[in-house]
């Protein structure tokens, strides 16, 4: 089960650099439910993503590159790509995403929780701006252009 909070960024830390970070590359094989592929680093992941925006549960299973190429040539959307930064806020961390491309200026953070109370009970730090967890806008396969059908038609 993932449970995380998101939120809009109004602007960078100053130190930013200073932050471990990785440079994502992901796209979408699926929208409902939510397929996606995402190169990381050396790493290559096929991530499931149940329904939900504070809680919802996630499967990741590792990909060699071969598999990850396979499937790239098969996504849907375009893809989405970012900058993520872990930020230690103890006892959590934050992960930033500085967004490339036709979203370059959207800057968002994420926390992860252990339990859908704490998450609830969380007070953002003052650089934080609007928490758009509920917003489906902010969600990654949105910002990849696909949306969720509400009915499957065959």
């Known amino acids: ?3 995380e909070r998101k939120f809009l960024i109004p602007a960078l830390p100053e130190d930013l650099e200073t932050y471990p970070h990785d440079r994502i590359w992901q796209a979408y094989l699926c929208a409902r439910p939510t397929i996606r592929i995402r190169r990381q680093g050396d790493e290559f992941i096929l991530t ?6 504070l809680a919802h549960e ?12 396979h499937l ?3 996504t849907d959307g375009h893809p989405v790509v970012k900058t993520r930064y872990r930020i230690p806020l103890p006892p959590y ?6 967004f490339e491309g036709e979203h370059a200026g959207l800057w968002l953070a994420e926390v992860e929780f252990p339990s859908v109370e704490e998450a609830q009970a969380f007070t953002p730090p ?16 949105r910002l990849a252009g696909l949306q969720a059908e509400e009915k499957i038609r065959f």
């Open 72 to 74: 790239a040539e098969k």
């Open 1 to 3: 089960m993932e449970i």
């Open 48 to 53: 499931v993503k149940g329904k939900g925006t």
């Open 126 to 141: 003052e650089w934080f701006g609007e928490d758009v967890t509920y917003d489906k806008n902010y969600r990654n396969v």
């Open 58 to 69: 996630e499967f990741e299973l590792p990909l060699s590159e071969e598999s990850f190429r």
């Open 93 to 98: 961390t934050v992960e930033l995403d500085v």
